[in-house]
């Protein structure tokens, strides 16, 4: 009887842990807005913007490529020139206006 008591009490941890786990990644993931995402020679347009963001300051991130797994990789050979930006949803603003103004002030 003891022993079931454990296993209940380690499977109710478990999910907690879960719960939790899942939370704060999802918090986390809701804080990025995707600015831009390109392919190709757009995509290498979309890099140097990413560095003129980071240059002057924003917090912001850059995915290249989509993650696939061993089953659909050969499916999504096109998908390796992928350039996504993403970044804070409170300078979003702020880089939709550093990003449209024009390039002899920046």
Known sequence: MEFMNIRYFLIIVLIVLFIIIVA?????????VLVGEEFGEKGEQLHRDYELLADAGF???????????????????????????YAL??????????????????
């Open 59 to 85: 917090e912001v991130r850059l995915e290249r490529g989509v993650k696939t797994s061993i089953f659909f990789r050969r499916f999504s050979k096109d998908l390796a020139d992928r350039v996504a930006i």
């Open 24 to 32: 704060r990644r999802t918090k986390e993931s809701l804080r990025w």
């Open 89 to 106: 949803k409170e300078d979003i603003d702020r880089i939709e206006r550093f990003l449209t103004q024009p390039k002899k002030r920046r």
